[in-house]
C-alpha cells in the first residue's frame, strides 16, 4: 500500500514561489531564515518531510504545517536544523571560563548562591557535557558551589538524544583518554554512553530563542554559550535574540558566542571583553540607559 | 590491571556519598572509584538514612547545606539510629569554615571535617585513613 504513496510524493514539483512561502512561514515561527543560496539544502529537507507525512503535493504538506497537524512545525524546524559537534569543541572558551569568568563571577556571589550555566542552542549535548567535564577535570573549586548547568534547543529530537547520552566515537576524538575512560562507557565498536551521573548534572529544555515568552523562564544564568546559531537569523531575529540573552544574563554574566560570530555587530547592550583565550561579551554589571 | 591493584588497595570499602549538587556528588564518585572505592550517593539527609538502614557502609561523606534534612540532622539522627548503623564513620565536607561550625558538626557526631575546596588527592587520603584502608 505504502510505497505508490512515496513513489508519488517523489515526483512532487516544488517552485520557488513554494519555497519563498514555506521560508516566510518558518521564520515568523521560529526566526530561523533561509534565503535562495541555501535552496538544495531546503528542498532536500522539504522533501523528507514531505514523504513522511505522505502528502500529495506541496499544498497539501503546507496546509498540514500550518495547522500544525502532529506537531509537523516541530518535525520540520528539526529536519532544519544541523546537529553535528563533539566534546571539548571550542575548548579555549572553557579554558577561558575557568581562568577568568568564573574568577570574576564569584566576586559578586554570596554565600549558598548558584553557579548558572546555559548552553543554548545544545543540540545533541557535546557542549553541556563538555562543559560538566571541564569544570570537574579542571576547575580546583568544583565542589565548592552548586553549579546548574541547562542544555536548551528547539530541535525536540536533538534533546531526546542528549538525554539519552549516547554518541558515536566519533564525538570523542578531542577528549583525552582517561577523560573518556571516566565519563564513558562503550556500548560498542562504534558507540559509547555517557555516565549516568554525568548525565545527571545537566537539565536539558526546549526553548525557542527568539521566543520572549520561552525565554522569560530562564532567568539569572552568569554564563551563556550561544554559539553558531545566530548565523541561522536574519538581522532582526539576530538582535531579538542577543536582547532575550541579555535578559537571561545576571549583571556581569558572560555570553560565549561562536568563533565566526561577533556581538558588537548585533546589539550594543553587551561589553566586549578580551581574554588571553577568548573573547567574550560581558552584561554591564550596572545596567545602562541603552535608549 | 591498575583498578584491580587499587580495588584491593581500598578492599572495596564502601562509601555513601550525600550532596546536594549531582556535578559534585559526581566529583567524589569518580574521585573515589578511581581509587576503588566502592560508592552510593544520596541527594539530602533523608535519602542517606533511607541507605543507611538498607545496606552497610563503612564511611558517609556528607554535606552540610542540603535541603529536605540538612547532613547536621543527618548525622544526629544516625547516631540515634540502632547498632551498628549508628557507629558508622561521618566525613563531614562542607563550605562552612567558621570554629562554631566545626564545634557544631563535632557536637552532631561528625568524625571528620574538611572544608571545600577538596583536591581529589586529599579527598581520597582522608577517606582512605577514615576507612581503614590507607597503606
Given at each position: 500500500m505504502a510505497p505508490p504513496e512515496v513513489q508519488r510524493t517523489r515526483a512532487i514539483h516544488v517552485t520557488q514561489e513554494d519555497v519563498r512561502r514555506l521560508c516566510e512561514f518558518l521564520y515568523r515561527r521560529t526566526g530561523m531564515s533561509f534565503d535562495d543560496n541555501k535552496r538544495y539544502y531546503i528542498d532536500r529537507r522539504l522533501a523528507e518531510r514531505i514523504t513522511a507525512t505522505a502528502s500529495n503535493s506541496f499544498q497539501s504538506y503546507f496546509a498540514t504545517l500550518r495547522s500544525d497537524a502532529e506537531h509537523e512545525i516541530e518535525h520540520l524546524v528539526n529536519a532544519f536544523t544541523v546537529n553535528e559537534t563533539y566534546f571539548y569543541r571550542e575548548d579555549h572558551q572553557l579554558r577561558c571560563m575557568v581562568s577568568n569568568l568564573l574568577d570574576d563571577i564569584l566576586r559578586r556571589k554570596t554565600t549558598g548562591e548558584s553557579i548558572r550555566i546555559w548552553s543554548?542552542?545544545?543540540?545533541?549535548g557535546e557542549e553541556p557535557y563538555s562543559i560538566a567535564m571541564w569544570l570537574m577535570e579542571n576547575w580546583s573549586e568544583v565542589d565548592k558551589y552548586n553549579i546548574e548547568i541547562v542544555g536548551s534547543d528547539i530541535d525536540t529530537r536533538a534533546l531526546k538524544a542528549a538525554a539519552d547520552g549516547v554518541y558515536g566515537?566519533?564525538?570523542?576524538?578531542?577528549?583525552p583518554r582517561h577523560v573518556i575512560e571516566r565519563y564513558f562507557g562503550r556500548i560498542d565498536g562504534n558507540q559509547v554512553r555517557i555516565d549516568p551521573g554525568l548525565r545527571d548534572s545537566v537539565q536539558f529544555t526546549r526553548v525557542n530563542l527568539i521566543d520572549a515568552r520561552d525565554m522569560a523562564l530562564y532567568r539569572d544564568f552568569d554564563i551563556v554559550f550561544c554559539r553558531n546559531v545566530l548565523i541561522y537569523f536574519d538581522d532582526a531575529s539576530r538582535r531579538i535574540a542577543a536582547e532575550n540573552l541579555y535578559d537571561c544574563l545576571r549583571p556581569g554574566g558572560y555570553i560565549c558566542l561562536g568563533h565566526?560570530?561577533?556581538?558588537s555587530r548585533i546589539s550594543t547592550l553587551f561589553r566586549v571583553c578580551r581574554f588571553p583565550d577568548a573573547i567574550v561579551y560581558q552584561r554591564p554589571e550596572a545596567d545602562h540607559d541603552d535608549s | 590491571m591498575t583498578t584491580v591493584e587499587s580495588n584491593r588497595d581500598a578492599g572495596r570499602a564502601r562509601v555513601l556519598i550525600v550532596d546536594d549538587s549531582s556535578l559534585v556528588r559526581l566529583y567524589y564518585r569518580e574521585t573515589l572509584e578511581g581509587a576503588g572505592f566502592e560508592v552510593e550517593q544520596a541527594i539530602n539527609g533523608i535519602e542517606a538514612m533511607e541507605k543507611v538502614l538498607a545496606e552497610p557502609f563503612d564511611l558517609i561523606v556528607v554535606?552540610?547545606?542540603?535541603?529536605?534534612?540538612?547532613g547536621l540532622s543527618f548525622i544526629r539522627a544516625l547516631r540515634s539510629s540502632p547498632s551498628p548503623v549508628a557507629a558508622v564513620p561521618t566525613l563531614v565536607i562542607t563550605t562552612e569554615a567558621s570554629s562554631q561550625d566545626r564545634e557544631d558538626a563535632r557536637a552532631a557526631g561528625a568524625n571528620f571535617y574538611l572544608v571545600k575546596p577538596v583536591s581529589d588527592a586529599d579527598l581520597r587520603r582522608h577517606v582512605a585513613c577514615l576507612t581503614g584502608t590507607s597503606r
Open positions: 543554548i542552542p545544545c543540540s545533541t566515537t566519533r564525538a570523542l576524538m578531542r577528549l565566526s560570530e561577533t556581538m | 554535606d552540610v547545606n542540603m535541603p529536605r534534612m540538612d
